[in-house]
């Protein structure tokens, strides 16, 4: 196998001289290549020539960025989001960037620029509301899951997909920190968390009650092994609003906007596919869910009525958007023996457990590792009593999401 060569700053325009395809689309001779990676786990550079062109090179490392040299991690990976971006590109292709190859030889992925677009927590956390992308989210994966399951293709097509896109060191990633990791007290023996604590003082009781409530670790469990073995669909596998890019049109201001949204029709694209895998196309509803809950706690917590307002319809309105789009393509199902009542059946069970994964994965950023932005940046009198808000709802969701449905999910804790 060669020898790992990561891209540096400086070395960026002479690999893309030697990608040939890529030179209708910046001029390697006048490129300057900024590293712009502030994710987990991989490299991030901008390539932008003389005239303004531009694009972007993702390079995996043998480790994880956010951990160092002591937490090694396939590269590989990058093989798995140039899939994720491949399955996207045929069967929605709005919902992502442009995809413009990979180089499995150097693990390097080219895509699109979304130069003028933004992190959607980013956004969130700033307070704007960008009304709109939750139903673009929710009808990509109704195309992920009727384009890339068995409704979309022939049962040996199938097993061969799903086969081919095993991902299983970043499945373990998964399953150790959103399953298992937060309900018990971590021990670092690897060096690999070095210095990170588990969550924020605050929270210590409410962690240690959460930790002995048998009815949430039995859903948890549950989870867990519907993650494990439901192998349904080419899942995006770690839809976070961090892995989500929005933007606002120019146009005019829709009828009946909210005040802050300004003008233009809101465009969102997911990135950052590298956890795709075969599997259940609730989890990345869920991802959504739990990151809008967290969202949503920082909201209330910084007396953003407005967008807590939003934010509480943003459930609902993509799981409509999902049902609307899964019922549009229903009658084009490869295998017409799948009856309408087996449909509205599974979709009740992908409401209920999206509702499950939501919880698991807010409990998540709040207790372990990889924690995100929201809740934790909130200043010292606001993040306890907000962390408490998203912690106890997020529970509910999963002790109770046989029962709920989710337009009350967001209303739970009031
Ligand atoms: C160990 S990688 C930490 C987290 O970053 C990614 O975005 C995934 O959510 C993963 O769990
Ligand atoms: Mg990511």
Known sequence: ?????????????????????????????????????????????RARDRSGRSLILKQALPYLRAAGEAWPLTIERAAAEARAYEAATALSPTSIPEFHGYDAENHILAMEDLADWTVWRTALDAGEIHSGAEVELGRYLARLYMGTGVMGLSGPAFAEA??????????????????????TEYVDTTGRRAGIPQYFPEISDLVAELRADQDLLDGVSDLKYEFMTRHEALIHGDLHTGSVMVRRGQEARPTGALTSEGGGRVEAKAIDGEFCFYGPIAFDLGALFGNWLLALGRARALGRTEQAVWLETLPSAAFEAFSDEYWRLWPDRVDQSFSDGFARRRLGEIEAAAIGFGGTKAIRRLIGFARTTDIDTLGPDERGPAAEFVLRTAARWVTGRHSLRVSEIMAVAR
């Not at 891209?7 to 395809?21: D, G, M, N």
């Not at 896109?165 to 399953?179: G, H, Y």
């Open 162 to 183: 799903d086969a081919e896109s095993s991902n299983p060191a970043l499945c373990r990633i998964t399953e150790d920190l959103v399953f298992t990791e937060p309900y």
């Open 1 to 45: 196998m060669a020898e790992f060569s990561p891209l540096t700053e400086a070395t960026v325009a002479a690999y893309l001289a030697s990608r040939p395809e890529l030179a209708d689309l910046v001029d390697p001779a006048s490129v300057e290549a900024t590293e712009i990676g502030d994710g987990n786990l991989n490299l991030v550079f």
